[in-house]
């Protein structure tokens, strides 16, 4: 067997040992790192080796059993003295005939070397990891959860005693109220904070569609499935969180494969036949009634019992309007981070936005903040430079049905007479375009 002077430098420059034998069990090439393993064992310079029989220099060696079986041999551990060393042997073929064998001997200290320089590239990884997670995951913790009221501090605090647990969660209340700020604040606090916190709307995907998402799929496992297949989110979460939101939409067929990964912590990709761990933290959320969709056979009973061992009822910000100052002044300094600027709340406009209810929760009070913030060049915000249909519905906060409607007729009157003119003429043109007599009109707008 021919070895050229290349390839003699590439080993020779290699830390592992190489020791390459033909078909008779001679050595035909052994690298300086494997010649100085020699020399170390024989406590002096062996002299030249290539031509020797390995099994008279080393009685013990086991490469000439791989041309005997003509198959590797792995993963082997062996101690020469005070030498621990790792050993994989393969046979050597040419054309389908066998030529030989080689041995790479990997030493102890090369070993040790490689796993610490593994552990802290685990440990660098993880750091990026936990960055990224930051960054583009989980960026909210409980410090982000605004909670002054009493209904909303229960609650938080049941989260955070939760958040120590590796249970599943469920998080149940309107849409708006921040539910995935509660996932992302129980991750972070829990003992996965260093993996990843992956989303997924579950009423955003079809059944099959989602349960690849979920699962993923191996190669071939459908008419069109890509190329080797693919990963899904219980696998990429491995270590983290997984977040199901609107889980109320999930598949029902679906619904009784998450329910064996809760029960088992495993499951098949689709079109697998091996079965993989499901290392995740499950937290699932809806702003449906899992009760109501039970009965009406939309959920499966045992799934709701598997969730709502730990339930999380987030009340709605119409029953918290003592958050409401201190979510509003949250909203308003992130607002004016972004537009440079600072802006203040009056007292008038924090008692209207305390008087609304809002259906759209949090969100919706979001929204109704930025726009009173671009449209106010002062910064300051009052009643007067909030939505028109929040200040309408503040006003009509506690009145009876007959103030509601006098309200109403007011407010269109009044918006016809910006319209049309507030003088005689515009007041005429108003009252026929509302079908009412002109003394119905002074009436309506001074009763």
Not at 58 to 75: D, F, M, N, Q, S
Not at 307 to 315: G, K, R, S
Request: net charge neutral.
């Amino acid at each position: 067997m021919y070895l050229s002077d290349d390839a003699r430098a590439v080993f020779d420059a290699m830390r592992e040992g190489i020791t390459i034998i033909d078909t008779e069990g001679r050595i035909v090439f052994g690298n300086r790192a494997y010649r100085e393993f020699l020399n170390k064992e024989a406590g002096g310079d062996i002299g030249p080796i290539e031509g020797c029989k390995l099994r008279e220099l080393r009685p013990g060696a086991r490469l000439p059993g791989v041309l005997e079986a003509g198959k590797p041999i792995l993963h082997i551990t062996r101690q020469e003295i005070q030498d621990f060393y790792f050993v994989n042997m393969y046979p050597i073929y040419e054309d389908g005939e066998l030529k030989g064998g080689v041995s790479v001997v990997t030493f102890l200290e090369d070993a040790y070397q490689a796993k610490e320089e593994l552990e802290a590239a685990e440990a660098r990884s993880k750091q990026v990891l936990r960055r990224l997670n930051r960054a583009n995951g989980a960026r909210y913790t409980f410090d982000d959860i605004v909670a002054v009221s009493p209904e909303a501090m229960q609650v938080k605090e049941l989260a955070q005693r939760i958040a120590a647990t590796d249970a599943t969660v469920l998080l149940e209340s309107e849409s708006g109220t921040g539910k995935e700020l509660y996932a992302q604040a129980i991750h972070n606090a829990g003992a996965r904070s260093a993996g990843v916190f992956v989303a997924i709307n579950c009423a955003n995907f079809n059944a099959n569609m989602l349960e690849s998402e979920l699962f993923g799929y191996a190669e071939g496992a459908f008419t069109g499935a890509k190329r080797g297949g693919k990963m899904g989110l219980f696998e990429a979460a491995a270590g983290g969180t997984l977040f199901l939101d609107e889980i109320s939409e999930m598949d029902i067929g679906l619904q009784a494969k998450l329910l064996r990964v809760l029960q088992e912590r495993r499951f098949r990709p689709v079109g697998a036949v091996k079965e993989l761990e499901a290392d995740v933290r499950v937290i699932a959320a809806c702003n449906a009634s899992l009760p109501d969709y039970v009965a009406e056979g939309k959920f499966r009973k045992d799934l709701y019992y598997r969730l709502n061992t730990f339930a999380l009822h987030i009340p709605p910000l119409r029953e918290r309007p003592g958050d409401i100052p201190l979510l509003a002044r949250t909203i308003l300094d992130e607002l004016g981070h972004r537009l440079r600027r600072p802006f203040t709340l009056t007292d008038d406009a924090v008692e209207c936005l305390q008087a609304h209810d809002w259906p759209g929760n949090v969100r919706e009070l979001r929204n109704a903040l930025e726009f009173s913030a671009y449209l106010t060049p002062s910064g300051v915000i009052d009643r007067a430079a909030l939505p028109s249909d929040l200040i309408r519905r503040s006003e009509d906060a506690g009145l009876t049905l007959a103030q509601r409607t006098r309200n109403f007729e007011k407010r269109e009157i009044r918006r016809l007479l910006d319209k049309n003119g507030a003088g005689l003429e515009g007041k005429k043109k108003t009252a026929a375009q509302l079908g009412i007599s002109l003394a119905s009109l002074y009436n309506k707008l001074n009763g």
